[in-house]
C-alpha cells in the first residue's frame, strides 16, 4: 500500500503563488510516476503535470508556462510550483502515485486526498 499526503493549498489572489506537497510512504516501487490532477466542482478530474522516477515531466497546455512540478526522491515527495494564478485554476488539487513494473500490464493507482486551491480577490 501507499500512502499520499497532500499539503500547501489555501486562498490566493488572482496573480498570485502557491507550492504544493504530497509526501509518499509504503511500497514504492523503483518505476513509478507521480503527478497532480485537479477538481472544480460540477467539472471532471483533470491531469495538471506528472513526472516520472527519472525526471521525465509532462504538462496540461492550460498550465505548461505557469506551472512547474518536480520530486525528491529521497524525500519521496514530489512538488508544484503555480505561479500566475488565474481564477479558472481554483479547484480541489489531488497527488496520485502509479506503481509500475516493467513487462507488466498491471498498474497500481494511488490517490492522496486532496487539497483546496481557491484563486480569488
Known amino acids: 500500500q501507499v500512502q499520499l499526503v497532500e499539503s500547501g493549498g489555501g486562498l490566493v489572489q488572482p496573480g498570485g503563488s502557491l507550492s504544493l506537497s504530497c509526501a509518499a510512504s509504503?511500497?514504492?516501487?523503483?518505476?513509478?510516476?507521480m503527478g497532480w490532477y485537479r477538481q472544480a466542482p460540477g467539472k471532471q478530474r483533470e491531469l495538471v503535470a506528472t513526472?516520472?522516477?527519472?525526471?521525465?515531466?509532462t504538462y496540461a497546455d492550460f498550465v505548461k508556462d505557469r506551472f512547474a512540478i518536480s520530486r525528491d526522491n529521497a524525500k519521496n515527495t514530489v512538488y508544484l510550483r503555480m505561479n500566475n494564478l488565474k481564477p479558472e485554476d481554483t479547484a480541489v488539487y489531488y497527488c496520485?502515485?502509479?506503481?509500475?513494473?516493467?513487462?507488466?500490464?498491471?498498474?497500481?493507482?494511488?490517490w492522496g486526498q486532496g487539497t483546496q486551491v481557491t484563486v480569488s480577490s
Open positions: 513526472i516520472t522516477q527519472s525526471g521525465l515531466t
Open positions: 496520485k502515485l502509479t506503481n509500475e513494473r516493467l513487462g507488466y500490464k498491471t498498474r497500481y493507482d494511488y
Open positions: 509504503g511500497s514504492i516501487f523503483d518505476l513509478n510516476t
